[in-house]
């Protein structure tokens, strides 16, 4: 890969996070905003507000840490870090819910996989972004040894157009956007790690997403 091309991503990705941020910090500084002009008056739907929306901003940069940063590979991160991650993000809005047990058989057995909890925790980014109306996140073990299964049920879930290319590296540079760029760091990730990657909609309204572990 070139390094135009490096830094072409580079930048999609840049352009996606600051996306999702810009959203809830923008929200805190109204919401100062208001404190400063009305001063006690303001009253506490101001305050919630943005307690919520820090918060929001804070679970996503925790996330965003554990996908894409060097330190997301660390053994010492587990499962239930990231149950918790993601549901700093869901909680408060209460539309996406998680109904998986961190603790549970993941498929991977008594020894965790190197960067596994990197690895999920792109998966299930990727599962929520096919979520439109909200649902339930699932993840447990997949049919064969050595395999997670990520699942995204809900009203209207399915996999977003040439997400699938992108996990698996096959979309062109030309179609590469913002809205794929996760799917596509995503694969290239697990390339790195020796994991691949196979997202379907199993029937109406459910995404699968199959992890496969390197030591498989």
Avoid at 22 to 49: C, H, Q, R, Y
Avoid at 102 to 127: E, Q, T, V
Wanted: aromatic content about 6%.
């Amino acid at each position: 890969m070139s390094t135009e091309i490096d830094i072409s991503i580079l930048e999609l990705l840049a352009s996606k996070v600051c996306h999702d941020l810009i959203s809830p910090i923008g929200a805190v500084n109204n919401g100062i905003e208001f404190l400063e002009d009305m001063g006690p008056d303001a009253g506490k739907e101001v305050t919630d507000l943005i307690a919520f929306s820090a918060g929001q901003a804070s679970a996503r940069l925790k996330a965003y840490r554990m996908a894409y940063g060097s330190g997301g590979a660390d053994d010492s991160i587990k499962p239930e870090e990231v149950h918790e991650t993601i549901q700093g993000i869901v909680g408060a809005e209460d539309k996406v819910t998680q109904d998986w047990d961190a603790y549970g058989d993941l498929g991977y057995g008594d020894d965790r996989p190197k960067a596994f909890c990197k690895m999920l925790i792109c998966a299930l980014l990727l599962a929520m972004d096919s979520m439109p109306k909200g649902g339930t996140l699932n993840v447990g073990a997949g049919q064969n040894n050595g395999q997670t299964l990520v699942t995204a049920k809900g009203e209207n879930a399915s996999i977003r157009e040439q997400s699938d290319e992108a996990l698996t590296l096959a979309i062109t540079r030309e179609n590469l956007e913002p809205k794929y760029v996760h799917a596509y760091m995503t694969g290239l990730l697990g390339q790195a790690y020796g994991y691949s990657f196979l997202i379907a909609n199993a029937d109406t309204n459910h995404v699968e997403i199959t992890i496969t572990h390197p030591s498989a």
